[in-house]
Each structure stands twice: as C-alpha cells, then as structure tokens.
C-alpha cells in the first residue's frame, strides 16, 4: 500500500490550499533554519509515524506536503487510506528521505494529521450514533482560522457532508435578517431577488414561522431551539399532506453524541454540529526515527 491508493472516495482537498496552510505552517516553525536538525549529519535516514490511539485518519495531503517542501525525493508509503478506522499501535506510514528534513518536518506534518484525525473522528462517532436513520450529519462555520478547507475535509473523511463554506455560496436567513426585513417571507423575497442562483436556508423559530417558510419556499429550514415536542411536531407539518417534505429540516444548537440519536429519530433530515470542528481532542501521534517495528 503506497500513496496511490490515496482513500475510500473522498475527493481530494484543494491542492493550493494545502500549499498555503504548509507553507504558513512552516513558516512559523521553522523560521530562519531548524538551528537543533542542523547539528544532525545530513545522511538518508527512515522513519515511522505511529498511532497511539484509536482514531480515523485524516490529513494525508498535509502531512506530505510538510515533508516534501523540505525533501521533494521523501518517499511516504502509507499503510492506510484516509478515512480509514485505526487501532491504536498501527504504524500508518513509513519515510524514506533526509534525516534533517524528516526531523524538521516532523512538527508541523503532525499538527495537521493530528488536528485534521480529531475532527474525522468525532464526525465517525456522530455519523455512527444516527446510523439506520435518515440524518445527515452536518459540519458549521465553526473552524480554526485558516484550517476551514482542511477541516471540512476532514467532516468527509469521516462521513458526514459540509454545509455551506462561509458567507459567500448560500443564503442564511436568520432572526436579525428577518426583523430588518419586516418579516419572515419579506426577508424571504428579498433573498430570492439578490441572490437567486444561491441556495436559501431559513432559520425559524416557532411552529408558526416553519409553516411561513415552507409556504414562501426554500431550500432547508432551520429549527434552532426546538424541544423534542416541537421538532417532532415540525417534522409533521413538513411531511404533511401541504408540503410533503419538500423542504428538509435542519437541527443545530446544542447537540452532543448524547442527544443526536433522539433528535435524529424524531424524523430531521440533517443535524449540524459545530463541535465537529470546534472542540477537537488532537490524536495522539509520534513520528519515530529508524526502521518500523515488525
């Protein structure tokens, strides 16, 4: 297994963009020169990256591009696929290159793969505890600074689906949206005429409002803040003889591994979580000199 069997299907990232996230990456650990990889004898060395606990891989792209900027003739032959589940003491890849640049490289190849495993990780265990429903699992705007692309990436290693990427590809309406507007169909209208090649999600905020925004039409409605009686008297009016479920039903706000099977089962259609991205828990790695062990 060497590093033409990239994953299982997810689409690769942008390379530019992780060009750009090494190279800041880089810059801000290496500096002027590595002064401690200096004091090493420039010679062919190897390596390993070990996995110390159970995880799903993510980050690849990444941590390659670390170790190429500063040694283009590094071999990496990877012994997993990105999106891959783990057991801790897996050797996930071994390298082939100079020992300077493999020790200078070392930090920030592992800050990405660790960052970007945590959140895949967190996206498995979601998408596991509503699996054999119909929700989808959703990532928020709610990254690290920087790291949007890679960690909507990561979302997609582990099975969930990105919503909108930042302010620019869809249409948000929210409750200062609405009160500018004068109301929520207002609000609605004025969307449609701005931006009508853009997708249309509606943030409501009682049972009253839903049906407003399934009347005036888009293309998800956001219950934000409902109890349970209420999301599942929203998944009813939705799905009811008027609209037929023409709209899908998004939950966001305070959902936690505890309480998305609940939700998922009351009949939403997708589930946003923000602390996919926000609360990551870094995987625990370490990238060894000398041969893997056997």
């Not at 690849?60 to 997993?80: E, N, Q």
């Not at 495993?117 to 996206?123: D, G, K, L």
């Not at 600074?145 to 930042?166: D, E, I, M, S, T």
Request: overall charge negative; hydrophobic content about 45%.
């Amino acid at each position: 297994m060497g590093t033409d069997r990239f994953d299982g299907g997810t689409e690769p990232p942008p390379y530019h963009v992780v060009q750009a996230n090494v190279a800041a990456a880089l810059a801000e650990d290496v500096g002027s020169g590595d002064v401690t990889a200096a004091l090493l004898p420039d010679v062919a060395d190897v390596a390993y990256l070990l996995c110390k606990q159970d995880c799903v891989v993510a980050g690849r792209p990444w941590f390659d591009t670390c170790h190429r900027a500063l040694d283009p003739d590094v071999a990496i032959d990877w012994k997993v696929c990105e999106g891959d589940r783990v057991r801790a003491g897996t050797v996930l890849a071994t390298l082939s290159g100079r020992a300077r640049a493999l020790v200078t490289a070392e930090r920030a190849a592992l800050n990405f793969l660790q960052t970007l495993s945590a959140t895949a990780t967190a996206t498995a265990a979601y998408v596991d505890a509503v699996r054999g429903t119909k929700a989808v699992i959703l990532d928020t705007r709610k990254t690290l600074p920087g790291l949007r692309v890679a960690q909507k990436y990561a979302v997609r290693c582990g099975g969930g689906q990105n919503h909108r990427f930042g302010l620019y590809d869809a249409v948000m309406l929210k409750e200062n949206h609405v009160r500018a507007a004068g109301s929520l169909t207002a609000a609605i209208r004025a969307a449609r005429a701005a931006q009508p090649q853009l997708p249309l999600i509606v943030e409501v905020e009682s049972l009253a409002q839903l049906e407003e925004a399934l009347s005036a039409g888009c293309e998800r409605i956001l219950i934000d803040d409902f109890d349970a009686a209420a999301r599942r008297e929203a998944v009813k009016i939705a799905h009811g003889p008027a609209f037929k479920g023409r709209i899908p039903l998004e939950v966001s706000g305070g959902v936690t591994l505890e309480t998305v099977r609940g939700i998922a089962e009351d009949g939403v259609d997708y589930i946003s979580v923000g602390g996919l991205t926000k609360h990551v828990q870094a995987i625990d790695l370490s990238m060894k000199l000398g041969p893997a062990p056997r």
